[in-house]
């Protein structure tokens, strides 16, 4: 017989085994209005429900035969990592647990996977290099048409030894995150009436988030120390909505040749644009619609990955992001020609649930279902996974029995 677990954060290490289990458990910890903002996506939310729909438009077709391992290690940008996966920028960390950035780069260091921080993200990257210098860092990097500028923020990258640098190119305007504007919600968290009924129902929240030091962001200037002063609702705001619309190529072909460290252009899914990625040489393109959080009704990676990878053959890396929940999603997007997948609300659960330990967790259950899946496919390692795909992996889109089942759920 198990004994009782009282702790919360105890119980769900020791229970759940499923990112959704992590996920019900956030749900419980956080008040309503940052799950939302962390759970949601924008205008009426068709992208977000699409990037897990779409994962079912695959089948999996085991061949039988031994397999060994398998082994699930892989090379991202010339390091060597336990598994084909990065956990992915996510600002603002530490408004869902007081150790924010700290305990997810401590989680991805432990695990061997690289974690890119948010140029939004609360603990200096200064900090982060010197908690965990055995750490493959990454950094979301904002572009800029003045040189100087470039050139500090490069520096300082440089010194703090992120050599993997993301360019997102998805918020030339901040998405209509409708369930934000419906709750109110602001970051840091202002005094409301409903902030101080929703004190009622999440006290420890509360009281951990009164407790530690006010939200800013030292990430966001080149020198590292302007940005460091608390961020009122008002400033939060305008971070938000700060639009690149103004960058393109000509910022991105600067930065090039301007940076001889590693350039992950992320948050495009149109084939066109990772082919021109590749021919300006960029290392990596990130298939992305932000988590179904910016443009509405925009495509899942999903469904351009192949083209994307006929596109470019093996000139660039490609990774996939939004939607990602499961071992068998990893195996189905490198069955499909990507390199590796990136998580972002998956660990942010974890971290809400159980700090840097439920990151931790998160990882190993997506390394144990990845390992699981592969032995059960028929495949053995990385490499195999993605010389085999096209044999593993059967379109199911036009099958008789999905047009079927969809013809037949609409009419209901
Ligand atoms: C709370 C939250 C904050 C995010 N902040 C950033 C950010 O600062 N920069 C960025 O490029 N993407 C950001 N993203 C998007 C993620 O990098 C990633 O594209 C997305 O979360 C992937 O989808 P998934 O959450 O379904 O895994 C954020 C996502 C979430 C959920």
Redesign the pocket.
Known sequence: MKAPVFSRRRRVLADAFNVEQYRQSARKVLPSGIFD??DGGSEDEVTLRR?RTVFDSWALMPSWGPVSGPDTSTTLLGKATALPLTL?????TRLFHPDGELAVAAAADLARVPY?L???STVPMETIAEQHPNLDRWF?FGLTSDDQVLKKKLARCEAAGFHTL?V?V??RALGGRERDLRNGFTAPPALTLSTIADIARRPSWWVNFLMSEGISFPNLSAEGSAASSVVTPTMWQHILGHSEASSGWKELVALRQAWHGKIVL??CVNPADVAKASGIGIDAVQL?N????QLDHMLSPMDVLKESRQRVGASIEIYV?????RGSDIVKALALGADAC?????Y?YGLVAAGSPGVGRIIEIFSDELRRTMTLVGVSSIPELKARGGEILRDIRHSPEVLEATAASSMH
């Open positions: 903002y962390l990037n992915t920028p996510t600002g603002a890119g948010a140029g939004l979301n993301i997102g998805d918020t992320k948050g992305s932000h988590g179904g959080r992001d939004s939607g990602i929940r990136s998580i972002g609300r998956a942010l």
